[in-house]
């Protein structure tokens, strides 16, 4: 969903300014949060339990979306992109290495792969449902729609006790064990 909001605000963006390069300013918002996460990944899942930085890592784009809606007539709006993606890196680090010890090495590539195609899957339905929705609802009713769901990804993420059960990264290969 939030692929969705991104191209949607871009095109929001463009209609609100009538200037391409704020428009532009969107995607690079979300860049310079995952680039400046990246910087302090590691750190984090040495330091933070991996299920707190997972479940931050989802609700940190919930937040920045609903903010969105709140300031959606300024320009300045994108700035909430900002840390959005920021703990994309630290959340794919705690829940990557999680999957790398659980899932069988013969399974590995056949796992990841079907999640690809998953993602793609989904990407392309999100992207296409939110041009759709914009079209017809406009922008703040695109939004609301993503945040709602994002906010049902987040819930379900967090009833999910394996997930919040991640240890920082000295503990993962015990924690592994033990759910495997």
Avoid at 81 to 91: R, T
Avoid at 143 to 157: F, I, K, N, S
Wanted: charged share 5%; net charge neutral.
């Amino acid at each position: 969903m939030f692929n969705g909001v991104i191209t949607v605000t871009v095109w929001h963006m463009l209609a609100l300014t009538g200037n391409a390069a704020i428009a532009g300013l969107t995607n690079s918002m979300v860049a310079v949060g995952v680039f400046l996460g990246a910087a302090v990944a590691m750190k984090a899942v040495n330091a933070v339990p991996g299920g707190v930085i997972a479940l931050l890592a989802y609700l940190f784009p919930v937040m920045s979306t609903a903010l969105l809606l709140l300031f959606h007539s300024s320009p300045w709006s994108v700035l909430f992109l900002l840390p959005a993606m920021a703990l994309l890196p630290a959340g794919s680090a705690a829940i990557g290495s999680l999957q790398m010890l659980v899932i069988p090495d013969e399974k590995l590539g056949r796992a990841f792969s079907a999640v690809g195609i998953l993602e793609l899957i989904f990407s392309a339905v999100t992207t296409t449902a939110t041009g759709f929705l914009y079209a017809h609802q406009g922008y703040m009713a695109t939004v609301a729609v993503c945040v709602a769901v994002m906010v049902l990804c987040l819930v379900h993420v967090a009833s999910v006790s394996q997930i919040r059960g991640i240890p920082r990264a000295d503990g993962i290969e015990e924690f592994a064990a033990s759910i495997a």
